[in-house]
């Protein structure tokens, strides 16, 4: 099973789509954490895809594309996958679908996060990422429990380049400039699904993957 995840940074769609990985079994994709992989460990890719994450861009489609079709290669993903962040144009969806062909697989769901994008700047604004291992809290929903120092490792928290506040707007207006064609192509292929979601994130995220759950073991 492929299920992509649609809606805006700071949706939530990357907490959501992490719970579903993990309750059905599927590997989790995100291609912005395997962008940051690579920039952390400075490899050419990293370092191509660095100028346009630092500006809030959309890093080109050929180079996306070649990196997605190396993960969907590997042994984990045998089950499907969770695709977080990846289709973002209208050229990734097709040749996404095109890869699956090749594996005999289709896209089962694309779910689409909906969230009004004052509160989603709201949102980003009180992110701060663990240097070391690419956790995320909420300084206000999520804290850690000892401020600026990661629960799970120990590592410093951040505010990520792409974080503040006005490359999050330019993220959000990437996002929208590619939305409308991501959610017919969706549409017309008969597997959008629709989630709005409502105030609290953390409860937010947890709801909506439920709730897709849910609708996935009826179907
Ligand atoms: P967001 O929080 O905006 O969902 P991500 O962590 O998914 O951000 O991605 C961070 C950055 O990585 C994006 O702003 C973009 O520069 C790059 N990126 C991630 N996925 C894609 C993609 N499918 N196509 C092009 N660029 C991408
Ligand atoms: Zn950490």
Redesign the pocket.
């Known amino acids: 099973m492929f299920i992509v995840l649609l809606g805006a940074p700071g949706s939530g769609k990357g907490t959501a789509g992490k719970i579903i990985a993990e309750d059905l079994k599927l590997a989790h994709i995100s291609t912005g954490d395997l962008f940051r992989e690579n920039l952390k460990n400075e490899t050419e890719l990293g370092k191509e895809a660095k100028e346009y994450m630092d500006k809030g861009e959309l890093v080109p489609d050929k180079v996306t594309i070649k990196m997605l079709k190396d993960r969907l290669n590997s042994d984990d993903v045998e089950n499907g996958a969770v695709l977080d962040g990846f289709p973002r144009t209208g050229v990734q969806a097709v040749s996404l679908d095109k890869m699956l062909g090749e594996m005999n697989a289709k896209v089962d769901m694309a779910l689409n996060i909906d969230v009004p994008f004052e509160e989603i700047v709201e949102r980003i604004a009180n992110r701060r990422s ?1 240097k ?2 690419g ?1 995320i809290y909420n300084v206000v929903f999520n804290p850690p429990k000892q401020e600026g120092i ?1 629960d ?2 120990g ?1 410093e928290l951040y505010q990520r380049e792409d974080q503040k506040p006005e490359v999050v707007e330019n993220r959000l207006k990437v996002y929208s400039e590619t939305a409308e064609e991501l959610i017919n192509h969706y549409k017309n292929a008969g597997v959008l699904y629709d989630a709005k979601a409502g105030d609290a994130v953390g409860k937010t995220s947890y709801d909506v993957a439920k709730e897709v759950e849910e609708y996935i073991k009826n179907k």
């Open positions: 663990c070391n291992c956790e990661c799970k490792c590592g």
